[in-house]
């Protein structure tokens, strides 16, 4: 068992594309200045001969934190208009967790897991004069992912998975939210105990769902949908193999 804590300060510049010419817009009046960030952060990680998790806490508080937002979004002829600036002193602040759990052990070697990881993003202004204590727009709040597999002492192995996520922010008025959304998917392959050769199918959104992915956020969308909104991939099958010579 292990317990730990950490203080670290950290600068961010501006990108170089943020600054460029090509589809983007600064306030020159103002130019953009280096993101400051100081961080705390505490943890405890474990493991056992059935567990295997860790919990970690932390805390940031950001200066001139650089953000961007879409000014116009794209067109069948032109691209998206895009401001990067920096924002009124922000935090970020959340926990991160992760357990992996030997739910069954077979006399031959063969092994039933459950493994999952969690994740809250509470990312908000502090005081800013126009948007308050408002969510910072583009990550889900809460992130849940978890897989339940069987593993055979020869190498086998099958699992299924899913992801969750919460509705997001898609302004920093905070008036329109993307859906949340929950995937399944499933995985099977082969190990070789030598390590000599892998092979694996992935098979990702079984049910075809439609969700969002990413997002590109705007000042206010005055609680309307806005073209702003990355779908993400539908059903989709991936294989692959791995030898080593």
Do not use: C, M
């Amino acid at each position: 068992l292990q317990v730990f804590g950490n203080v670290s300060r950290s600068i961010d510049p501006p990108s170089s594309w943020s600054i460029s010419n090509s589809g983007v817009t600064n306030n020159y009046i103002k130019p953009l200045v280096s993101q400051t960030a100081n961080t705390v952060e505490f943890g405890i990680r474990g493991q056992s001969e059935r567990f295997d998790g860790s919990l970690v806490l932390y805390r940031s508080w950001v200066k001139n934190e650089l953000l961007t937002t879409q000014i116009a979004a794209a067109t069948g002829t032109s691209a998206a208009i895009v401001s990067t600036s920096n924002a009124t002193p922000t935090i970020h602040q959340g926990i991160e967790a992760g357990l992996t759990t030997k739910l069954w052990q077979g006399s031959n070697g063969d092994v039933l897991s459950w493994r999952q990881a969690y994740t809250l993003n509470d990312f908000y202004y502090r005081h800013d004069p126009a948007f308050s204590k408002n969510e910072l727009p583009g990550l889900p709040k809460h992130i849940y992912q978890a897989e339940l597999q069987y593993q055979y002492a020869s190498g086998f192995y099958a699992g299924v998975n899913v992801r969750s996520a919460s509705s997001t922010a898609v302004d920093y008025a905070n008036t329109f939210n993307a859906p949340s959304y929950t995937i399944f998917g499933a995985r099977l392959g082969y190990d070789a105990p030598s390590k000599k050769w892998q092979a694996y199918v992935d098979l990702k959104n079984l049910g075809d769902k439609d969700y969002v992915t990413a997002i590109v956020p705007g000042y206010n969308a005055q609680g309307q949908d806005t073209a702003a909104l990355y779908p993400g991939d539908g059903f989709g099958a991936f294989t692959g193999v791995t030898y080593n010579f």
